[in-house]
């Protein structure tokens, strides 16, 4: 596509359901970086992957959280048994290597948890 | 750790006039570069300019400049011309070398509100 797509823009969910958010990158672009950014916030990094290596996972807040990605396609960022402070947005970034170029942003997805 | 500073909440400016948007940064890496994003209502980030910190001039994209001060390490945006289409958050981040690539750190926003 032609740009970095997100979905769902909007989830609602209650505390304590798994959700599942994805991301598909803009086509070519082997790197791939989900951020969190809270109400009033900056963005916090979360995760990274780059082509079939292993991803860095070091900013994960905690093992509530995961992510998966298949090759340089979509990945899935996957927030199991909710809490409030999940609520976010939670920002999807691909760029054509990780070594330091611009990062192209989704639009995000917009999580409330009830 | 690298931080990124923006000390300025809200700015407030009117149509036609220039505003600067503060940014200062903490790093002990000599290679370094420095990026302005802009996020409307929208949700998206958009990239504004980038400047690395070997340049040996400021970085400019069109109504965009970026006042860099090494010494001082500071980054800081000006917008000469302000639209009503600039009224966004704007954020300011540094290149954060990890091993084996590079992720972006944010500074926590500037809002700009751009009035008739």
């Known amino acids: 596509g032609a740009g970095v797509s997100q979905s769902p823009s909007n989830k609602v969910t209650e505390k304590g359901k798994d959700v599942e958010l994805r991301c598909d990158p803009i086509?070519?672009?082997?790197?791939l970086y989900w951020y969190r950014q809270r109400l009033g916030q900056g963005l916090e990094f979360l995760i990274y992957?780059?082509?079939?290596?292993?991803?860095?996972k070091s900013g994960l807040p905690s093992d509530r959280f995961s992510a998966e990605r298949t090759g340089e396609s979509v990945s899935t960022l996957t927030i199991q048994r909710t809490q409030q402070e999940d609520s976010a947005v939670y920002l999807c970034?691909?760029?054509?290597?990780?070594?330091?170029?611009?990062?192209?942003f989704g639009e995000g997805s917009r999580l409330t948890v009830l | 750790a690298q931080k990124i500073t923006q000390t300025q909440p809200g700015m407030f400016v009117q149509e036609k006039e220039a505003v600067t948007l503060d940014c200062t940064y903490d790093?002990?890496?000599?290679?370094?570069?420095l990026f302005w994003y802009k996020q409307p209502s929208s949700g998206e980030m958009i990239f504004l300019i980038y400047q690395g910190s070997y340049d040996e001039q400021n970085a400019t994209e069109g109504r965009y400049s970026l006042n860099f001060q090494k010494a001082r390490k500071s980054a800081n945006l000006v917008i000469s011309a302000s639209q009503l289409g600039d009224s966004a958050m704007y954020f300011c981040a540094m290149r954060e070398r990890r091993s084996g690539y590079s992720t972006l750190t944010f500074g926590k926003g500037t809002m700009l509100l751009v009035s008739p």
């Open positions: 790093t002990s890496d000599q290679s370094y570069g």
């Open positions: 970034a691909s760029s054509t290597t990780g070594g330091g170029g611009e990062l192209f």
């Open positions: 992957f780059q082509g079939n290596s292993a991803p860095d």
């Open positions: 086509s070519g672009h082997t790197a």
